[in-house]
């Protein structure tokens, strides 16, 4: 796959809004911020969920969010996904009824609620994953990801206010995806490789957002083994990335990061002197994120 | 109320973990991160929700929750709020079934998801809220309020990747609550203010989340007319605080910050050669903030 196949368009006058208001001396400015919609999913007939999202790609959003809920499986045969711009829905439609649903049906007649049943449906698939132990991560492709990742022009550089998930393979990054939430980014990045069969073999993920763990549960269940954040961690989030075998990578910004999980697959080869510190122009803030370690 | 009624306890040891790890040049390093825990809340006999949270106010969480989804009404009276730790559950007991359970109930029957509802009642009654249109937000007050709320020590300097949310009157920080997600932050103070009577009038919010839809509404429905972030905007969250009359500032970093609702509540009192930049050792990066306006 080539170099950002999939990239911001910030550009594309659905994502952004131009609103007038003032500034801290009283005098009137114009600034771009990031258009969020609501955008309710069906499985077959079951709805699902009500997401915010910048709305770009709902058909990706709405199978990378079932699979990564373990709602929708990859053996369970997906004959269409439609989405109704004017009702803000999308229906992803399978041949036979999902397992899901079954289940469903019958914790929502005892219980009301699905909340339980789908948590424990996913921790459950989340401790048979193995994750490829010979994938390794050299500190050269770290550096030169995040430099490529902040400089090209994005949502994040024009209005602020957004999360990116950036799926990579060595040094060159694949598929930026940019959303409201870090959930959704990353949603959208597992419906872009379910639809365009891209194996997470050889592949890292980078994210904006911070390492919980639903982070690392999301990222383990697309069987990618390495996980990196210029943001912070959270402790079950550091847990579960051990658990799994996940290398986990926060606080990366310029020349900094570190491992709590899988240091194992870090590759040391990047030479001090060769690593610039992030233009000013283009220094991204960590999500909630600290400067000291 | 005195200031910092509550305020985050970085050294209670339930709240952060120290964790082993590699450096960028594989130097074995060890840090604090957050710990996460889930809390599934009831309503009576009904399984609403289940939230991952720090764990530190599981009562104000769950009382604020109800209230702020409009779940919990404040005519609805309210016995018992039981905390089981051993099952990270907590049940809020009301003397009357609620109306919300009535409609779930009915909705769940019928469509087997209770989103829509739940949503919809929220507009209905967002529509219907008069904020004090007498209430004023000094700049003094506001330069004040940042400094004052980025040098108290909190999880966020100890440990990073956590949002805080801060009740205010004036010049003066009352409620300071931190959590993983900022809704769970707003939550709390929701609880806290049932909990002991605080009255909205002439308070402040304070957000270091971003001023999202989700968060407009929360504040609203707690009939604050002002709320102020250190990071940026959604286009939808400027929409609804306008409908709402919501003062709306962001990206409040040292002297620098935009509103883009409801501009006409400020006072123009600082002096800009009072205005210290915020010490560099306290900063707090905006959440995915962005510099430039």
Redesign the interface.
Known sequence: MREFMVKPDPADPRL??R????????RP?E?S??????L?LFLNA?????M?TIGDYPEYLALGYLLNQNMLKLDDEVLAVDYDKEIDTVVVRTRARTNFEDK??KK?LT???A??TV?GDLMEKFDDIVLDPQAVLK?SWLYRLTKKINTVPSL??E?????GCVLCEEDRPLVYMED?GRHNAIDKIAGYMYRHGVSPHGKLFYT???????MVIKTVQMRIPILISR????????ELARKAGLTLIG?AKG???????G?ER?V?DADAREVVEDDRRH?R?????????
Chains 1, 2 share one sequence.
């Open positions: 952004t809004q609103v007038k208001g003032q500034d801290q001396d009283g400015i600034t911020v990031v258009v969020e919609r609501p309710t079951q709805e699902v969920v009500t915010m469903l049906k929502t219980s009301g609620c909340q339980g948590f500190t994040y550089l209005a602020g206010a957004i999360h409201v904006t957002g911070r390492l919980t763990s639903e943001s912070g961690f959270t402790a079950w989030g550091v606080r020349a900094r990061f570190i491992a709590l999980s240091a870090i040391y220094q803030k960590a999500s909630v994120g600290h400067d000291a370690v």
